[in-house]
Structures are given as structure tokens and as C-alpha cells.
């Protein structure tokens, strides 16, 4: 069965850094493009970054200058490197991946595989 899971989660203060990874079990991400989301207590799910099968990349505003999303950190992995972290960056964050050689998209509804979430917290 194909899945993904999220790890690296945590508290951090504000400032600091965190790097998510996600993890495919089941199937090669290699034609895979991955989307990171996250859901604030109260709020909707949001897009935070994406890449696609031949890694273009793509940000929200609110993130973008401060996260960074790569391949190949480890086999078969996909990270979310996160800096200058802020309060309004905490959230349940959510790996997800669509077989799909187009550019990403940050809209959840394109993604079929969906990872069951990492908490990160950075207290105010």
C-alpha cells in the first residue's frame, strides 16, 4: 500500500529552524510531485510549498524566503527546511504526493497520497 509520513516535528522558539521529511513507503517518489500543507487550530488547510517530478518549486508568500523544499536529503524523501520560524507558522503539517510530471500545485485537492501529520509548535 502506498503512503507517505511526516517527521521532525516539534516546539521550537521563534527564530529557530525545524526540517520536515517526508517519507514514501510503497512506491518510488521519483514521478511523484509532493506538496507540504498545514492547518492551524481553527483554520483551514493551507498550502506551504511544493515540488514537482523534476523539482520546480513553489512557495506561499508567507513562507517563502524562509522554507526551502528539496529531494534527496535521504532515499526516497522529500524535506521542508524551515527557518526564521514565527508563531503564525505553527500547525499540523501534512505531507501529500500526486503521480504527476506537471508543475506543483498547492490547491490539496490535486493530491491523492496524504501523510497523517506532524505537529510544530512555536509558542509566542
Known amino acids: 500500500q502506498s503512503r507517505v509520513v511526516e517527521f521532525g516535528g516539534g516546539l521550537v522558539q521563534p527564530g529557530g529552524s525545524l526540517r520536515l521529511t517526508c517519507t514514501a513507503a510503497?512506491?518510488?517518489?521519483?514521478?511523484?510531485?509532493i506538496g507540504w500543507f498545514r492547518q492551524a487550530p481553527g483554520k483551514e488547510r493551507e498550502g506551504v510549498s511544493c515540488?514537482?517530478?523534476?523539482?520546480?518549486?513553489n512557495y506561499s508568500d508567507s513562507v517563502k524566503g524562509r522554507f526551502t523544499i528539496f529531494r534527496g536529503d535521504a532515499e526516497n524523501t522529500v524535506s521542508l527546511q524551515m527557518n526564521s520560524l514565527k508563531p503564525d507558522d505553527t500547525g499540523v503539517y501534512y505531507c501529500?504526493?500526486?503521480?504527476?510530471?506537471?508543475?506543483?500545485?498547492?490547491?490539496?485537492?490535486?493530491?491523492?497520497?496524504w501523510g497523517p501529520g506532524t505537529q510544530v509548535t512555536v509558542p509566542s
Open positions: 501529500a504526493a500526486i503521480y504527476s510530471t506537471e508543475p506543483c500545485l498547492m490547491r490539496d485537492s490535486v493530491y491523492d497520497i
Open positions: 510503497g512506491f518510488s517518489l521519483d514521478y511523484y510531485a
Open positions: 515540488i514537482s517530478e523534476n523539482d520546480m518549486t
